[in-house]
C-alpha cells in the first residue's frame, strides 16, 4: 500500500451503516459467523458511555479496511475468561476490547494500530484506566499476540478453548479448526500508562 493511499484512510466511529460491511469482513478474515447482525447491534450498544462511541470503522474509499469493536466500562461484566484478581486495576474502570479485524491486503501498513489508538482514546475519555481482550493465540503467525504486545498489552493468562462454545452452540466456524474449536486465548490487559498513551496518541497524530 502506498503513502498515498494510508492517507486517504478515514477513521469513523461505528454506525449502524457500517454494519453490513463489518459483518462482511469480520466472516471473511475470522470464519463463518463470527459477526451477525443481532449480536454486531448489541456490541454497538455497549461501545457507548456518555454520549461518546468507543467502536471504529476504517475505510479507503468506499471499501472497509478494519473495524475494532469496544465495550465501554461500564456496559460489560466479567465471565469465567477472566481473572481480576490478576489485574492490576478496579475490574469497574476497565474496557473490554471485544474484537478486531484489518483486510489481509491492508495489514502491517499501521490501520491496526491506529484503530486501537482511537478507541484507546475514546474509553479514556468515558473513564476506563484500562482495558482486556481475549487474543487469538492461533492467528498466523501468532501475529494477533504479537501486535498487541506491540502496542503496549500484557499476558494476564492463557485459556485454552476459549471459543468452544461459540463454536459448539453458536455457529462459529474457526479458520483454523476442522471441526470444534480448540484454539487457546490471551488474556491480556492494556494500561494506561503515560509511556504507552504517549505512543498510542502518537499513532493517532499521525493518521
Same mark, same amino acid.
Given at each position: 500500500?502506498?503513502?498515498?493511499?494510508?492517507?486517504?484512510?478515514?477513521? /469513523?466511529?461505528?454506525?449502524?451503516?457500517?454494519? #453490513?460491511?463489518?459483518?462482511?469482513?469480520?466472516?471473511e478474515?475470522?470464519g463463518?459467523?463470527?459477526?451477525?447482525?443481532?449480536t454486531?447491534?448489541?456490541?454497538?450498544?455497549?461501545s457507548w458511555?456518555?454520549?461518546?462511541?468507543?467502536?471504529?470503522?476504517?475505510?479507503c474509499?468506499n471499501?472497509?479496511v478494519?473495524?475494532?469493536?469496544?465495550?465501554?466500562?461500564?456496559?460489560?461484566?466479567c465471565?469465567?475468561?477472566c @481473572?481480576?484478581?490478576?489485574?492490576?486495576? #478496579?475490574?469497574e474502570?476497565?474496557?473490554?476490547?471485544?474484537?478486531?479485524?484489518?483486510?489481509?491486503?491492508? &495489514?502491517?501498513?499501521?490501520?491496526?494500530s491506529?484503530l486501537?489508538?482511537?478507541?484507546v482514546?475514546?474509553a479514556?475519555? &468515558?473513564?476506563?484506566?484500562a482495558?482486556?481482550a481475549?487474543?487469538?493465540l492461533?492467528?498466523?503467525g501468532?501475529? #494477533?499476540?504479537?501486535?498487541?504486545?506491540?502496542?503496549?498489552?500484557?499476558l494476564?493468562?492463557?485459556?485454552?478453548n476459549?471459543?468452544?462454545?461459540? @463454536?459448539?452452540?453458536?455457529?462459529?466456524?474457526?479458520?483454523?479448526?476442522?471441526?470444534?474449536?480448540?484454539?487457546?486465548?490471551?488474556?491480556?490487559?492494556l494500561?494506561?500508562s503515560?509511556?504507552?498513551?504517549?505512543? /498510542? &496518541?502518537? /499513532?493517532?497524530?499521525?493518521?
Amino acid at each position: 500500500m502506498t503513502a498515498a493511499n494510508l492517507n486517504s484512510v478515514k477513521y /469513523l466511529p461505528l454506525a449502524p451503516e457500517h454494519f #453490513a460491511d463489518v459483518i462482511r469482513l469480520g466472516n471473511e478474515v475470522q470464519g463463518e459467523n463470527y459477526l451477525m447482525p443481532d449480536t454486531l447491534k448489541a456490541m454497538y450498544d455497549k461501545s457507548w458511555h456518555n454520549n461518546i462511541n468507543a467502536s471504529l470503522v476504517s475505510y479507503c474509499g468506499n471499501d472497509i479496511v478494519g473495524f475494532r469493536i469496544t465495550y465501554a466500562h461500564s456496559q460489560w461484566q466479567c465471565d469465567k475468561w477472566c @481473572s481480576p484478581e490478576l489485574w492490576p486495576v #478496579a475490574p469497574e474502570k476497565v474496557c473490554y476490547f471485544k474484537c478486531n479485524t484489518v483486510s489481509p491486503a491492508m &495489514q502491517g501498513v499501521g490501520i491496526g494500530s491506529t484503530l486501537l489508538a482511537k478507541s484507546v482514546s475514546a474509553a479514556k475519555a &468515558q473513564g476506563a484506566e484500562a482495558g482486556l481482550a481475549h487474543i487469538w493465540l492461533s492467528s498466523p503467525g501468532n501475529s #494477533a499476540f504479537k501486535y498487541f504486545s506491540k502496542n503496549g498489552g500484557e499476558l494476564i493468562k492463557k485459556h485454552p478453548n476459549k471459543w468452544r462454545y461459540e @463454536s459448539i452452540h453458536e455457529g462459529y466456524d474457526c479458520p483454523v479448526c476442522p471441526e470444534t474449536c480448540e484454539c487457546e486465548g490471551a488474556e491480556m490487559l492494556l494500561r494506561r500508562s503515560e509511556e504507552h498513551t504517549s505512543e /498510542l &496518541q502518537s /499513532l493517532t497524530s499521525s493518521r
